[in-house]
């Protein structure tokens, strides 16, 4: 869309900004322009001014604000510009967004803040949109395009259905048989004219919602959970969570390659999940979370350093070795060490996120075999083996994660992969071992 940047998003840290830039690609699907910024209200006050009087002068209308633990930062903005402002509370504290969301509806009066509900970054661009609509031909025209589009989506929904539910859609009856009526004898002194009229053809059947042949793995009972991987289904993502809950094996795509994924608290399933991979019981498993918030309470001891690499690198392709509590989850790794990852993919931080549990997740190939990067290879492989699959579409394929241990110093690279030595080098310095095991 032509024209300067009506919306500007606002947050104030690096966790704030990974639920935010999840759903920064509908603003681009809808060819919207948009700015965006870090900054804390109480530690800049003068540069959050200077901001947002630059921005206003420069077009935009809306400003966003999606922040957890900093919800002064909406008030705060509310209160320097006469703009409408959205407040999206985010999931980035021990409360869930919930704190965040009190604050910003306990506001004054003078300070108005619309809100939306936790996490609800996409929910905010709508509204922005409505907003602009009301003075810009060009939005309004682009509310309706989306308003148009809501009955193809629920097509789409309902094909999804019909492609892992096929018994509960049967063939829709394209007419029924209805008895003919007695003939009726003519009268044998008719006292008044007859018209013939012509009896209607029935009309045609609506035609069927288009289908296609339901999915199913090549072999074996796995179901093929398909879902947009940048805004998956949430009744989907309970569907898989509920399976995980209850011991099932998956499959989900990570940013690297397709993995296969079990509850890691539950033995019985992190047993099955080695059986199902043929891994040797000795070789522990990468945990995957979705957020740094419950880190404690998996591992003894968190290296100030580390806070850099996760502000740099997670979510992303970098697993992290930390000393664990002793006995826990022993039945992953039996050392005292511990390797966790927050993978940088929409589907599977959403199933972690639903789960509120750390989630055993390994590549999705067996030994020699290179791993899956679609869900089909996936299914050709472990279809007869796992509940089922959430495909969300080819993966990256890119090289796989660099394994880098936090138990001691100095801090070494288990196995290199998609982020180099030197980079880690130009972070931690003297602390990064130069020898690589």
């Known amino acids: 869309m032509d024209g300067p940047a009506r919306i500007a998003i606002l947050f104030e840290t690096f966790q704030d900004f990974q639920i935010v830039k999840r759903h920064l690609a509908r603003l681009t699907e809808w060819e919207v322009p948009y700015v ?17 009087a630059e921005r206003e002068e420069a077009g935009v209308e809306v400003f966003i604000v999606a922040v957890g633990g900093a919800a002064s930062l909406a008030g705060a903005v509310a209160a320097q510009s006469d703009c409408p402002v959205i407040g999206v509370p985010l999931d980035t504290t021990p409360l869930r967004g919930q704190d965040a ?23 905010a661009f709508h509204f922005a949109l409505r907003l602009l609509a009301l003075r810009h031909p060009d939005y309004a025209a682009l509310v309706r395009r989306v308003r148009e589009e809501w009955p193809q989506k629920e ?65 074996g009972k ?12 949430v009744a989907a993502i309970e569907e898989v969570a509920d399976i995980l809950l209850e011991g099932g094996v998956v499959g989900l795509p990570t940013d690297t390659v397709y993995g296969l994924a079990a509850v890691a608290t539950n033995g019985k399933a992190v047993a099955r999940l080695y059986e199902i991979k043929g ?7 990468p945990i995957l979370i979705h957020s740094t918030r419950g880190l404690a309470r998996l591992v003894r001891e968190i290296p100030e350093a580390a806070r850099t690499l996760f502000d740099t690198y997670w979510p992303g392709a970098l697993t992290l070795v930390f000393r664990k ?3 826990l989850l022993a039945e992953i790794t039996p050392a005292d060490t511990i390797g966790l990852r927050m993978p940088d993919h929409l589907v599977a ?45 080819p993966t990256a394929g890119e090289k796989p994660s660099t394994v880098l241990s936090l138990a001691a110093a100095p801090f070494r ?25």
């Open 325 to 327: 509590h002793p006995g």
């Open 222 to 233: 796995a179901r093929r959970i398909i879902v947009n991987p940048t805004a998956p289904d």
């Open 36 to 52: 965006l910024t870090a900054v804390s209200a109480l530690k800049s006050p003068g540069r959050l001014a200077r901001w947002i």
């Open 155 to 219: 097509i789409e929904s309902l094909q999804n259905l019909r492609d892992q539910y096929p018994e509960c859609f049967p063939p829709e009856a394209s007419h029924r048989e209805v008895p003919s009526p007695e003939p009726v004898p003519p009268a044998e002194k008719p006292t008044a004219a007859v018209i013939p009229v012509e009896t209607p053809e029935a009309p045609p059947a609506p035609e069927p919602l288009p289908s296609r042949a339901p999915i199913a793995p090549p072999r």
């Open 279 to 285: 891994r040797d019981l000795s070789k522990p498993i």
């Open 101 to 123: 969301l009190f604050a910003m509806a306990g506001l004054p009066v003078e300070v108005p803040v619309a809100l939306v509900g936790v996490n609800s970054v996409e929910n």
């Open 349 to 393: 931080l959403a199933v972690i996120s639903m789960l509120a549990r750390p989630l055993a997740v390994t590549s999705a190939n067996l030994a020699g075999q290179p791993p899956a990067l679609t869900a089909d290879e996936l299914l050709a492989t472990f279809g007869h083996a796992i509940e089922c699959v959430l495909d969300a579409g």
């Open 413 to 437: 690279i288990l196995r290199e992969g998609a982020i180099s030595f030197d980079e880690l080098k130009a972070i931690l310095g003297d602390a990064l071992a130069e020898n690589r095991l």
